[in-house]
């Protein structure tokens, strides 16, 4: 069991009031709150030891670098990575995706095929979209039905010799769905083609283990995580990264630079040009010890008995519909009230201090499929409590009887 309050004396912001009433925070899917831990190594990184890593034989540089590597080592730990250079310290999920599709350029030919699903973030969408442009790959995607599922009979339809990538998310952002990753990826191998896991909104939720899940690339961002923005992580088995190339050109990816020609580093440095978020890569294996300390399993199901609560108190408003029913999905619920529009509700429940979020959440497909322009999205994390959720469905209420 989870002793929630001490949990949420962790957070500093959770006390915090908004329009004069107390913060309900459930915007936890766009970016998660920050514990007292990893903002205090953030402050002890630029109080103490900040300077630039690897380059300097001072012992600021080597503590510098010390702890830098620690959180690489972390990340590889909680992921279960074989080797800590499979781990590529990114500015987050966009940027890691960006890495591998501008890197599969030259590794495709016109007429191959990469497989994307209905379900996904426009970060993992846009760059294989691009990759088709640039070298005559067809984009195939897996549909979705009413509840919000993949269609796994026709993803197995889809699938042929001319599969080079298949590319899914493991929960939806939109809709909070889990998706089969394991059939994903095992069915894809089947035709050799190569796996990509968006990650960045599964891992507030699973502690996925890459080696089990034998997936080629598995990304995500720390700021979903208790950890900073602007970091977060590119997994890629050792034979792919090598197999890529750099992404970036600049100081750090090198070996020898020459005009007339460059070597590149070994893994991860290839992948790492320049000076990178040294600060967010020791605060994000901070984050991830945190998490670790309260327990994924106790997180999972905490965050479940939350989910089941919401769901059936918000069922109970007249012509509320919910979108995303899946048998297994996060703490994510997308919903919207007769003809009522997602922002009008977001803004009026703002008011009574409930953070939630309203639009496409960056998946405007999914809106496409169900002819909705967005939705009103309540996200849960671990430090989120019953009570919270009465707050929100009575501001709910408000709203829903200004608005009718
Ligand atoms: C948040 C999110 C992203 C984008 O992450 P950034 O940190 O903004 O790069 C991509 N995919 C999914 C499923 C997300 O939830």
New binding site residues.
């Given amino acids: 069991m989870l002793d929630i309050n001490k949990i949420r004396a962790d957070f500093p912001i959770l006390k915090r009031e908004v329009n004069g009433k107390p913060l309900v925070y459930f915007d936890n899917?766009a970016t998660s709150q920050t514990p007292q831990v990893v903002i205090d190594a953030i402050v002890a990184y630029y109080s103490n030891y900040n300077a630039n890593i690897h380059r300097g034989v001072h012992t600021l540089s080597q503590e510098a670098t010390d702890a830098y590597e620690i959180g690489r080592k972390t990340v590889q730990a909680h992921f279960n990575a074989k080797h800590s250079h499979e781990i590529i310290l990114t500015a987050?999920?966009?940027?890691a995706i960006n890495i591998v599709a501008t890197g599969f350029t030259s590794l495709l030919n016109k007429g191959d095929e990469i497989i994307v699903s209905a379900l996904e973030?426009h970060?993992?969408i846009v760059p294989w979209q691009m990759l088709c442009e640039r070298t005559g790959a067809v984009l195939k995607v897996i549909p979705m039905n009413e509840e919000g599922s993949l269609l796994m009979d026709v993803y197995e339809t889809l699938l042929s010799e001319k599969t080079k990538l298949v590319f899914v998310?493991h929960v939806?952002?939109a809709l909070g769905t889990v998706n089969p990753i394991e059939f994903i990826i095992e069915k894809a191998h089947e035709v050799g083609a190569a796996v990509l896991i968006?990650g960045?909104?599964a891992t507030p939720h699973i502690k996925p283990d890459v080696q089990a899940l034998n997936v080629d690339f598995y990304v995500a961002?720390a700021?979903?995580l208790c950890g900073p923005t602007g970091v977060?992580l590119l997994y890629g088995k050792e034979k792919w990264l090598n197999k890529l190339p750099p992404y970036q050109g600049g100081g750090e990816m090198i070996d020898q630079v020459t005009f007339e020609k460059t070597t590149y580093a070994g893994l991860p440095h290839k992948f790492e040009a320049g000076t990178p978020n040294i600060c967010g890569g020791i605060a994000f294996g901070v984050a991830l010890d945190y998490m670790n300390s309260i327990g994924f399993e106790n997180i999972a199901s905490y965050e479940k008995e939350l989910l089941d609560y919401a769901t059936n108190e918000l069922k109970q408003i007249e012509g509320l519909r919910i979108y995303g029913e899946a048998a297994e999905k996060t703490a994510v619920i997308s919903f919207n009230v007769g003809q009522i529009h997602p922002y009008d509700i977001g803004t009026i429940v703002d008011k009574l201090g409930v953070a939630v979020r309203t639009g496409h959440h960056c998946a405007q497909p999914i809106m496409d499929f169900y002819k909705i322009p967005g939705t009103v999205r309540a996200s849960f994390a671990f430090y989120n409590t019953k009570e919270e959720i009465d707050i929100m469905i009575s501001a709910v209420k408000r709203a829903v009887m200004m608005l009718s």
Wanted: no cysteine.
């Fill in positions: 899917a987050g999920t966009t940027h973030h970060s993992n998310n939806s952002n968006d960045a909104q961002s700021h979903k977060g």
